[in-house]
């Protein structure tokens, strides 16, 4: 794939208020940015669009009053794609494949992982906040180009102390 011709979109999740270096460095130069709620602060929001565009969606975290202008899901035309935007993949409230979505995007769960079903990808990046257990650090990527449509989890390298939190 010819990445010159392509639309790069970087994907977040549950970053609970912690924009990481690591994770804006990751970011750097994509199109778009989807976060996919538990966004934690306006702040994080703000930071995320002096890198790029930012389409978000409220998490089950997200309960502030700066929060409620924040739809819980969203449906955007991203290159040549149509991707769904949610929180959980538990509140799935449509068949994405009878709607022509390519892409299912969510998050919650602070596990990353890339599947798909029926013609659809479906994305969680994972958790780019405080770490949750023994779950990676980790954002991803999704590629949009010459009709095709691929994803990569982006682990990110974080300093041994930020682990502890």
Known sequence: ?????????????????????????????????LHAGDIGSEEVLDKLR????????????DRDAWAMRIPETSLLNLGDKRVYLLHSIADLAIDPAAEGISA?????????????????????PGSAGPRRFSLPVTIAKLVIGSGNLTAEIVPLNVQEEERRR
């Open 1 to 33: 794939m010819n990445i010159a011709a392509s639309y790069i979109v970087g994907v977040i999740s549950d970053t609970h208020g912690l924009l990481r270096p690591e994770a804006c460095e990751a970011l750097e130069g994509v199109d778009h940015i």
């Open 104 to 124: 299912v995007v969510s998050g919650h769960s602070h596990r990353p992982s890339i599947t798909q079903q029926a013609g659809v990808l479906y994305l969680n």
């Open 50 to 61: 002096g890198l790029a565009p930012v389409s978000a969606v409220r998490g089950n975290n």
